[in-house]
């Protein structure tokens, strides 16, 4: 899909740093995409999928939170909301 999903980054001031929209593939019996952020530190990100009936479920891999100086490896659950 072409986006499948954006992602929206707000700063410690919860003001947004801009909306960055995500390609997604197919794999087996999901889609899957990758965003990459590497900049200011953010207080915030909201995901928006592009089809949100095809987002009844999702995950996220890989999720990697750096606090201060110590690297935080998200292996966690994260919590997670939806907007109406």
């Not at 889609?31 to 530190?41: C, K, N, S, T």
């Not at 207080?43 to 999702?58: D, G, L």
Request: hydrophobic residues 45%.
């Amino acid at each position: 899909m072409t986006p499948g999903f954006s992602v929206e980054l707000f700063d410690s001031a919860l003001q947004s740093r801009g909306t960055t929209p995500v390609d997604t593939s197919p794999l087996i019996i999901f889609f899957e995409g990758l965003f990459d952020y590497q900049g200011e530190p953010v207080r915030r990100a909201v995901i928006t999928f592009n089809n949100p009936a095809a987002a009844s479920r999702f995950a996220l891999d890989n999720l990697i939170l750096y606090k201060a100086r110590e690297r935080l490896a998200g292996t966690g659950n994260l919590p997670v909301g939806t907007a109406a």
